[in-house]
């Protein structure tokens, strides 16, 4: 599964805290993505990276906040915690050439209390 | 908003039953992509189509591009246990970087 992880696999947090979740990837893919994804809505995406310090936003990219210091990591922040965001939240690469084809990691369920 | 529409959104099926979903899309597809998702997994690529109606074949699937290339279909034919999960298309918008996802079918099957 183009050796991605995400870390944490689950969390539970209350609402007004910071909570940060990590993608990290070992194939040096120079495009990474975070979609959250919520029943009915399929996949929705909220940032996404082409490059280190290079990243633009998602069509749900309100509340969230992203850096990519490191080819191989990608960070997505909530600053401030809301129930809203309980979702479970994907990474995904890009591989080059001519497919598109994105490859997901395994997820994180968040869930804010 | 949503730019990619998937239905039906719910399809339950005996098994040895055929099942199709359809994606449209209000603006059109540099491609389309296809994704499988088991309960409590990840999506998993399945193909991607280019060309203006364009149709490949993967076992006892058969995907369809649109001579528009704003809709898509899947068809099973003659379904298993083991296609239970939700399938996902998902199109890069000409000209974006970022793909849209329809919301997916969720497919059950009854042995």
């Known amino acids: 599964d183009a050796g991605i992880t995400q870390s944490p696999r689950h969390k539970v947090t209350e609402t007004g805290t910071p909570v940060t979740l990590r993608c990290h990837q070992t194939e040096n893919h120079r495009y990474m993505y975070w979609y959250r994804q919520d029943p009915g809505h399929g996949l929705r995406l909220i940032h996404y990276?082409?490059?280190?310090?290079?990243?633009d936003k998602g069509e749900v990219s309100d509340g969230y906040s992203v850096s990519r210091s490191k080819t191989e990591d990608f960070l997505l922040t909530l600053e401030s915690a809301t129930s809203s965001q309980t979702s479970v939240y994907f990474c995904?690469?890009?591989?080059?050439?001519?497919?598109?084809?994105?490859?997901f990691g395994p997820g994180t369920r968040l869930t804010v209390l | 908003g949503q730019q990619v529409m998937q239905i039906p959104q719910y399809q339950h099926v005996q098994e040895g039953e055929d099942f199709t979903t359809y994606c449209n899309s209000s603006?059109?597809?540099?491609?389309i992509q296809w994704y499988k998702q088991r309960p409590g997994g990840h999506p998993v690529f399945l193909i991607q189509l280019v060309k203006s109606g364009e149709v490949k074949k993967q076992k006892r699937l058969t995907f369809q591009f649109g001579e528009a290339k704003k809709n898509s279909s899947l068809h099973i034919t003659a379904t298993q246990t083991t296609d239970v999960g939700t399938y996902f298309c998902?199109?890069?918008?000409?000209?974006?970087?970022?793909?849209?996802f329809g919301a997916g079918t969720r497919l059950t099957v009854k042995p």
């Open positions: 998902a199109g890069y918008i000409t000209g974006n970087n970022d793909m849209r």
């Open positions: 990276s082409y490059g280190v310090k290079d990243t």
């Open positions: 603006t059109t597809l540099s491609n």
């Open positions: 995904a690469i890009r591989t080059p050439g001519g497919t598109d084809t994105q490859y």
